[in-house]
């Protein structure tokens, strides 16, 4: 006896140290992903600063002034003034637009691991809500029951023969149905027909008016 019980202890224990070693394994891989997700972002926003720093903002008028005024200092053609002025365009268009592409990117990804660290936990408060609804509802499974028997022997009809029927799965409904009147099961019968249409508590209640 006492040898099997230590043996259990220690299976346990070593289950348990696994069981964490295999937990703080995870943890640690996800923060990994984490830290090198965030390296990447780091990275490309420095890139995308330092790509602005090295940037000169210059308007077309500043720049036609001083290409008018080497002009007049005879220091170049008013012809080729005009090209250098045309190409400095140009140039500072193209760098525009990869700076602001470059811009969207980063946005687009910023977005991206947002919503890829958000969704889980959305997922979960979602199950877990899912779960609460459906344990308050089976627990007041059985009070609902009796409230609806006391209603029915005191002729109160208000708010139908079942309670909260829409929130009710089938199973929990059909095994309300053998208490009704005809009345309340035709009542019942529409109500289903017209909401969700379950095959097998329609069934049930035409087996009950039968």
């Given amino acids: 006896m006492a040898t099997r019980s230590g043996g259990s202890r220690s299976g346990r224990s070593s289950g348990s140290r696994s069981g964490a070693k ?8 996800g923060s ?3 830290s090198a997700a965030t390296a990447r972002s780091d990275k490309s926003v420095e890139a995308f ?5 090295r940037s000169v903002t210059l308007s077309r008028d500043r720049l036609q002034e001083v290409m008018d005024d ?12 005009n090209e250098l002025v045309s190409s400095l365009i140009t140039r500072g268009r193209h760098y525009t637009d990869d700076l602001v592409n470059e811009l969207e990117r980063l ?13 889980p936990t959305r997922r979960r408060a979602t199950k877990a809500a899912g779960r609460a609804a459906r344990v308050a509802r089976d627990a007041a499974d059985t009070p609902l029951a009796q409230a609806d028997r006391l209603r029915r022997r005191a002729g109160v009809s208000a708010g139908g023969p079942i309670t909260a029927y829409d929130q009710l799965t089938a199973s929990q409904i059909k095994s309300r149905l053998g208490d009704l009147s005809a009345a309340e099961l035709r009542q019942l ?22």
């Fill in 49 to 53: 600063r330092d790509a602005l720093e």
């Fill in 32 to 34: 990994a992903r984490r």
């Fill in 22 to 29: 295999g937990g703080a394994g995870s943890g640690r891989a």
């Fill in 189 to 210: 019968r529409t109500r289903e027909k017209r909401g969700k249409a379950r095959k097998g508590v329609l069934a049930d209640i035409e087996r009950q008016l039968k």
């Fill in 107 to 119: 946005l687009d990804q910023a977005r991206r691991e947002f919503e890829s660290r958000v969704r």
């Fill in 70 to 81: 080497a002009v007049r200092r005879g220091r170049m053609t008013r012809d080729d003034a």
